[in-house]
């Protein structure tokens, strides 16, 4: 058995919409997919959670979501293109009140919870590493980089490299990669002329 669905069992999948160069481990979990849209050259890794909901999943193009990682997408969750998630990240864009003035989990009625929503928002070539938790209501800015186990919890600004619990700024991100981009888009779209050519 391959390790990822084929094309024709993710377009049956039931998303939003699928882009092309798709791969999404068999050992994935994902729940409601028509609220979930995926862009092209994604790939997701074994034992990853993409949990859609009120709210849509945008995951853009050139995206990697390693092993173990989880988006739960209530609130809204949106990986723009060239976002790199290490594995066991977690980003959630609902959470329940640890403040004792309600209860918590989702078996309670939702009268006796005080669910906190708020949209996450990834911009362009952000990588979070490892164990790293996102919270809701959070927006990381363009080319951020996320140091291992670290927790984010409020904005952070562009193009700097942040970490710690909660993270704060180390030190400024280079733009070299950006460089990169123009020429991967190039490449491809060479490579899809070549296809029609041939």
Known sequence: MLSFYSKEELQNFGFKAIGESVKISRKSSIYNPSSISIGD??????????SG??????IGSYIHIAAYSAIYGSGGVVLKDFTNLS????IYSVTDDFSGLSLTNPTVPAEF?????GEVILNKH????TNSTILPNVVVGEGVAIGAHSLVKQDVEPWGIYAGIPVK???NRKKDLLAKEEKVFKLNNSNQLRGKLL
Not at 87 to 90: D, G, I
Not at 126 to 129: D, I, K, L, M, R
Request: proline share 0%; with cysteine.
């Open 169 to 171: 700024k180390i030190k």
């Open 126 to 129: 952000v990588v979070v590493g």
């Open 87 to 90: 594995s066991r990240v977690v």
């Open 53 to 58: 909901g009120e709210k849509d999943i945008e």
């Open 41 to 50: 050259h994604v790939r997701i890794d074994d034992f990853c959670i993409l």
């Open 113 to 117: 919870s005080n669910v906190q929503k």
